[in-house]
């Protein structure tokens, strides 16, 4: 198996680092073009090539500049991703989020991270330009979903490693059985001991979630229900950030699901200097804005279409 990617990491070395057409690679060992053209595509099924194409995203000066001033956020981005399929401006979307948190981040910081699809392309993103200590610590509980690359103990570990910095992991399930439950896990030293590291964090990179059907990701993981979302809707349920769901004014939500989350509390996060939201779409606007108005979030990473309907929703609000 080894000589066999020896033999394809040739031939595609040839062909993206030297730039030889397929045909004189064929000469150069002896055989056909079509087994050139076989064994390239093989390199890259088995990982040997992989290839990542990086878009010109762009961002609205005049967007970001309104939302920065209107809801008195430190930095705005938005992302101008018309026509873009949703997976692609998620993409973008950590792109930008990305470029920020490298140039906010410093030695010796802490950095609080939830969970998400959102955070994962963030993540993905990041190209550190040097390694420093840092300290990236989860701010909630383990989803358990089966895409482990969102969760936040993965997300975690994947950011330190990137930094060369330390991790603290929360080992605990995002949402528990009833409220008793929680209370007993608040009780383990461990897990108070991070979630006070958590509350420190100096800078904190959040998804946010809605509980429209679409985009919901805690019916993806299985914590909630078809039947549960439009009941958490009926209560004025707009969004929630670390699974703390709150209405279209920000507040926190007076529901039984609320009661259940092991992680940081939305009033922690207004104690940390810097709070990244990251989210896009027409779908995620509601969630947006009263994460705003609620103050939950001091900077935002978001597109021009969740933007431009967040704004209406607001001056309609006026």
């Not at 929630?240 to 926190?252: E, F, P, S």
Request: contains cysteine; proline residues 3%; negative net charge.
């Amino acid at each position: 198996m080894v000589e066999r990617k020896e033999i394809l990491a040739q031939v595609a070395s040839m062909y993206y680092e030297a730039n030889l057409m397929q045909g004189e690679i064929a000469k150069r060992l002896d055989t056909s073009p079509s087994t050139i053209s076989r064994l390239l595509q093989e390199a890259r099924e088995v990982g040997v090539v992989e290839i990542t194409i990086h878009y010109p995203w762009k961002s609205s000066a005049e967007l970001e500049e309104q939302i920065a001033s209107r809801f008195g956020l430190r930095h705005v981005k938005v992302l101008l991703s018309q026509g873009q399929p949703y997976p692609r401006m998620l993409q973008g979307l950590g792109v930008l989020a990305a470029r920020y948190l490298e140039s906010v981040l410093a030695v010796g910081m802490t950095l609080g991270i939830s969970w998400g699809t959102a955070l994962h392309c963030t993540v993905k993103a990041l190209q550190p330009a040097r390694r420093f200590p840092i300290t990236v610590v989860q701010m909630i509980g383990a989803v358990g979903t089966s895409d482990p690359l969102i969760d936040g103990l993965d997300l975690a570990r994947q950011l330190a490693a990137l930094y060369g910095g330390e991790c603290r992991y929360l080992f605990a399930p995002l949402i528990v059985a009833d409220s008793h439950a929680k209370e007993v896990l608040l009780q383990q030293d461990q897990i108070r001991q991070v979630l006070e590291v958590a509350r420190q964090a100096d800078v904190a990179l959040v998804g946010i979630g809605s509980p429209r059907l679409e985009v919901s990701s805690l019916l993806r993981a299985g914590y909630l229900t078809r039947e549960l979302l439009p009941q958490l809707q009926e209560r004025g349920v707009v969004g929630d950030v670390c699974a703390r769901h709150y209405d279209l004014h920000g507040q926190l939500a007076d529901i039984e699901l609320n009661r259940r989350v092991v992680g940081i509390e939305l009033a922690d996060l207004h104690h940390i200097e810097q709070v990244i939201g990251v989210a896009g779409g027409e779908a995620k606007a509601e969630a947006i804005l009263g994460a705003l108005r609620g103050h939950h979030v001091n900077v935002l990473i978001t597109d021009a279409t969740a933007a431009e309907k967040l704004l209406a929703l607001d001056d309609a609000a006026q």
